[in-house]
């Protein structure tokens, strides 16, 4: 609904319609730019700093993304450990650009791979049932979380190098996280797939000590 004119309350009402329908469920409640604490980053300077680069440079691009402009917007690879605000960042990135009226879909690699393999073996699908595969192709903007936490196989590399792809053919962005560093991603992915996530996405790096467990201390 980019360009139409609209009262405030269709607008609204398409809004949350897009947050329905984006996969992020509850998270998108939770989790925002304004609740994004960098104090959790402070006993170490430098990663302080680069996560505080790292926070303006995701709002940013979430508060500039087009799909209609000259140039698509880019492809982001989130690296870095178990609970340092990657998913917290990507689900900030969503509700701004939800709000902003494009298209977003969430998931993870493992509910990804899922979808894949009940449209290729029907496995649990009754006739009629919707194929939720080509929403990973045909948003405006595709969140894959917790890349490296699925069974990697033959399969499951081509249903990503597919989507990868397709996506990065069509000008329509995906963000990848992962907890895999850029050796660990040569290791476990092949050549073509690597060759993309490290050589034509924005490689952000994050930096610090778990955050869940610092909260519970």
Request: with cysteine; charged share 25%.
């Given at each position: 609904y980019q360009g139409i004119r609209m009262c405030s309350c269709m607008r609204?009402?398409?809004?949350?319609?897009?947050?329905?329908?984006?996969?992020?469920?509850?998270?998108?409640?939770?989790?925002?730019?304004?609740?994004?604490?960098?104090?959790?980053?402070?006993?170490?300077?430098?990663e302080y700093r680069r996560m505080e680069?790292?926070?303006?440079?995701?709002?940013?691009?979430?508060?500039?993304?087009?799909?209609?402009?000259?140039?698509p917007p880019e492809s982001l690879l989130f690296l870095g450990g178990t609970g340092l605000g990657k998913t917290h960042l990507s689900t900030a990135v969503a509700r701004v650009v939800i709000e902003r009226g494009y298209d977003v879909f969430y998931s993870s690699a493992v509910g990804m791979v899922s979808d894949f393999e009940c449209r290729r073996f029907g496995n649990g699908m009754a006739p009629g049932d919707a194929d939720n595969t080509e929403r990973y192709i045909s948003c405006d903007?595709?969140?894959?979380?917790?890349?490296?936490?699925?069974?990697?196989?033959?399969?499951?590399?081509?249903c990503l190098y597919y989507v990868l792809n397709c996506r990065l053919n069509m000008g329509r962005p995906?963000?990848?996280?992962?907890?895999?560093?850029?050796?660990?991603?040569?290791?476990?992915?092949?050549d073509r797939i690597t060759s993309r996530l490290l050589g034509e996405f924005r490689l952000i790096p994050f930096y610090g000590v778990d955050v869940r467990k610092q909260k519970l201390r």
């Amino acid at each position: 609904y980019q360009g139409i004119r609209m009262c405030s309350c269709m607008r609204r009402r398409l809004v949350e319609a897009g947050m329905e329908s984006s996969g992020l469920g509850g998270l998108l409640k939770r989790q925002s730019f304004e609740n994004f604490s960098l104090d959790y980053y402070r006993s170490n300077p430098e990663e302080y700093r680069r996560m505080e680069q790292n926070l303006r440079a995701v709002r940013d691009y979430a508060q500039t993304f087009a799909t209609d402009g000259e140039h698509p917007p880019e492809s982001l690879l989130f690296l870095g450990g178990t609970g340092l605000g990657k998913t917290h960042l990507s689900t900030a990135v969503a509700r701004v650009v939800i709000e902003r009226g494009y298209d977003v879909f969430y998931s993870s690699a493992v509910g990804m791979v899922s979808d894949f393999e009940c449209r290729r073996f029907g496995n649990g699908m009754a006739p009629g049932d919707a194929d939720n595969t080509e929403r990973y192709i045909s948003c405006d903007l595709l969140i894959l979380d917790d890349l490296g936490t699925e069974v990697v196989n033959q399969f499951t590399q081509s249903c990503l190098y597919y989507v990868l792809n397709c996506r990065l053919n069509m000008g329509r962005p995906p963000i990848v996280s992962t907890n895999l560093g850029a050796a660990e991603l040569r290791r476990t992915y092949s050549d073509r797939i690597t060759s993309r996530l490290l050589g034509e996405f924005r490689l952000i790096p994050f930096y610090g000590v778990d955050v869940r467990k610092q909260k519970l201390r």
